[in-house]
Nanobody
Framework: QVQLVESGGGLVQAGGSLRLACAASGRTSESYAMGWFRQAPGKEREFVATISWGGRITYYADSVKGRFTISRDNAKKTVYLQMNSLRPEDTAVYYC?????????????????WGQGTQVTVSS
């Protein structure tokens, strides 16, 4: 089992920045691709960004490309999401996801583990 705990959410004005963190614990000896997803009220959970175990492969949703950056520190067992130029439409609960033995996690059905989520609210 792997436990994921997100942090760093909050309220920010449009154009501002936030950095989310996801700390992993438990059975972390395997190689996990990590990802961020988000879910706005009344909408389905959607993919935001993913990063491979070694950090060399990253992939972003078109809606966040150029504004968000995913990174990871395996020594700290933590993955980050730097969010810049935030927009009101980025408002959602952001979830961390982990997928064992693959280079990416881009679909909700691919994730083996989920965090509890952290709220991001962007005011206009």
């Amino acid at each position: 089992q792997v436990q994921l705990v997100e942090s760093g959410g909050g309220l920010v004005q449009a154009g501002g920045s936030l950095r989310l963190a996801c700390a992993a614990s438990g059975r972390t000896s395997e190689s996990y691709a990590m990802g961020w997803f988000r879910q706005a009220p009344g909408k389905e959970r959607e993919f935001v960004a993913t990063i491979s175990w070694g950090g060399r492969i990253t992939y972003y949703a078109d809606s966040v490309k150029g504004r968000f950056t995913i990174s990871r520190d395996n020594a700290k067992k933590t993955v980050y999401l730097q969010m810049n130029s935030l927009r009101p439409e980025d408002t959602a609960v952001y979830y961390c996801a982990a997928r064992a033995g693959h280079a990416s996690v881009v679909s909700t059905t691919e994730s083996d583990y989920w965090g509890q989520g952290t709220q991001v609210t962007v005011s206009s």
